[in-house]
């Protein structure tokens, strides 16, 4: 996996170096169509939001709109701070870093426009061999920091943070959480919301939540989880396996991730033993809520 | 219920009529999710897709292809060599027709719905044989002659979604068209449908070198009505 920092602003000025360079006039190049350069940003951004906003509309549809809520209670519980350095990870289209900041600013209404930049300059962009892992690490740009492993959805999150006025506030990285570039004890708060269990080593992914988090720090994780009742869980699978990976195929074309999806639920691990992972990687003060009768559960530990 | 061949996802009766229901509604909503309309013929298709079964082990080479099971993509079809064929025959008209519009024989999406190995097969070789159906038949691919072909295969076949397509199909047209159609086609094509031999019977991939129009006499195909 490669490990990119994509400043947004260095990254599209050096797109645009090479796109009139390459052609011969004002148009670019959108797959085989040619087309002029100021619409090719826009006919990107349809693409990728017609394939994000049939996953939004998955959501929806798969929890009846209760994913909000569950959403909503999470930024709740974090509770965010306008002095914190917060990171999420996995959270490419940017549901939760969104309400994060709109709290952010309902409690705090002045600082939105008060906060500080970080102490370390932006990673230079030209190319080195370094002798360690740990001189390739980076530090922060912003105090809100988006990661995902996949760049799609990173793009459909850029736009949608412009649509909604965020943009200059985050700062999207391109990254596997297993191996985060960021150098030791950067963060306050990790979250990281329905994207763990897509994470091929669990553990892994929390050992790097510890390393990056300050002394003090929480890491808060929201996730599907086990239905403790027993008549309630039959119901649940039998809906999820009957009526979700059709409704995927029917709205998203995707049969198959849908059926993943309903797999990796049930082969994630259950609220106490997630919590025993957390903390076998040092979290202490690790315990976990139950949102809709265990359909997930948001687990949270402290670094101390 | 295991999976009986590559592309099978096992569906039980209510994720079918999920999937029916469902892709029945987003092929009118939003006719550019052609998945849409396959998974509908695959949810649809069962009953006749057994009619069709027994249409073709009746049938020496219908049965024929059951057995051998023949698939049409470009590996297996040697387009190459269908280019080099003289003007006229089965094979070229294909190949001009391929290139006039642009396609290839690697377009149709795999079959998933199914859940018996040989109904899977037949309606794969359904949706490969839709272009030579085209040809045989000297339909172009406008909505004239798509709609002319969802007939033929509708009587031939008795797929629901090719009757569905035959019927609703021709509210789209224009007006000169649908004179024509009313007029001209589909007289033609319904007595064309009821008379030939039964398309899944014809093992298209023998017959690459005979001229067109023998190969329509042997089919008991009529003469297209003229174009416009």
Redesign the interface.
């Known amino acids: 996996m490669f490990i990119r920092t994509l400043s947004s602003i260095n990254r599209f000025s050096l797109l645009s170096i090479l796109r009139t360079h390459s052609t011969t006039s004002n148009t670019t190049h959108f797959g085989f169509d040619e087309v002029p350069e100021n619409e090719k940003q826009t006919r990107v951004n349809e693409v990728f939001s017609s394939v994000a906003d049939s996953y939004d509309l998955m959501n929806d549809i798969m929890s009846f709109g209760i994913h909000r809520i569950w959403k909503d209670h999470f930024i709740r519980i974090v509770r965010p701070d306008p002095q914190w350095n917060y990171i999420d990870v996995a959270g490419g289209t940017g549901d939760i870093a969104f309400r994060y900041l709109k709290e952010l600013d309902r409690y705090y209404p002045s600082a939105a426009s008060s906060i500080p930049l970080s102490e370390s300059p932006i990673t230079p962009t030209h190319t080195y061999i370094a002798d360690s892992l740990e001189q390739t690490r980076i530090r922060p740009t912003s105090k809100c920091v988006v990661a995902d492993i996949n760049p799609n959805m990173l793009a459909v999150g850029k736009q949608r943070s412009i649509d909604n006025n965020l943009h200059n506030r985050i700062q999207w990285i391109e990254t596997n959480a297993e191996e985060l570039p960021f150098e030791d004890e950067q963060f306050d708060v990790y979250t990281i919301a329905f994207g763990i269990r897509n994470c091929t080593h669990i553990d892994r992914v929390v050992s790097e939540a510890y390393r990056v988090l300050k002394k003090g720090g929480r890491f808060l994780c929201l996730e599907f989880s086990q239905v403790n009742n027993t008549l309630l869980r039959y119901f649940y699978d039998q809906y999820s396996k009957t009526f979700i990976p059709p409704m995927g195929q029917i709205i998203a074309n995707d049969w198959k991730s849908y059926q993943y999806l309903i797999e990796s639920i049930r082969v994630f691990p259950k609220q106490k033993e997630f919590a025993e992972l957390i903390r076998s990687c040092n979290f202490r003060y690790v315990n976990y809520e139950n949102l809709s009768f265990g359909v997930s559960a948001i687990h949270s530990g402290y670094k101390l | 219920m295991d999976r009986l061949y590559g592309t099978h996802?096992p569906?039980?009766l209510?994720?079918k009529s999920?999937?029916a229901v469902?892709?029945g509604i987003?092929s009118i909503a939003d006719p550019s999710?052609d998945?849409?309309i396959s998974?509908f013929g695959e949810t649809t298709g069962g009953l006749a897709l057994k009619y069709m079964q027994e249409k073709m082990v009746i049938d020496p080479e219908g049965d024929r292809i059951l057995k051998e099971r023949p698939i049409i993509n470009s590996k297996t079809v040697d387009l190459e060599y269908l280019k080099t064929l003289p003007i006229g025959t089965l094979g070229k008209t294909y190949s001009n027709f391929l290139g006039k519009y642009n396609l290839t024989p690697d377009a149709r999406r795999p079959v998933?719905f199914i859940d018996d190995s040989e109904l899977a097969y037949i309606m794969r070789r359904y949706r490969e044989i839709h272009d030579l159906t085209h040809v045989t038949l000297g339909m172009p691919i406008n909505m004239l002659g798509e709609v002319t072909v969802k007939w033929f295969e509708g009587i031939q076949y008795g797929l629901p979604m090719c009757v569905l397509g035959a019927f609703f199909g021709p509210l789209r047209l224009g007006p000169k068209h649908t004179a024509k159609y009313l007029h001209l086609t589909l007289p033609w094509i319904v007595r064309t449908a009821r008379q030939s031999r039964s398309f899944m019977n014809v093992y298209f991939e023998k017959h690459w070198h005979k001229s067109l129009n023998e190969f329509r006499r042997e089919l008991n195909i009529l003469e297209p009505p003229p174009k416009i």
Do not use: E, P, W
């Open positions: 996802k569906t039980g209510v994720q999920i999937l469902g892709s987003m999710r998945d849409m998974i998933s």
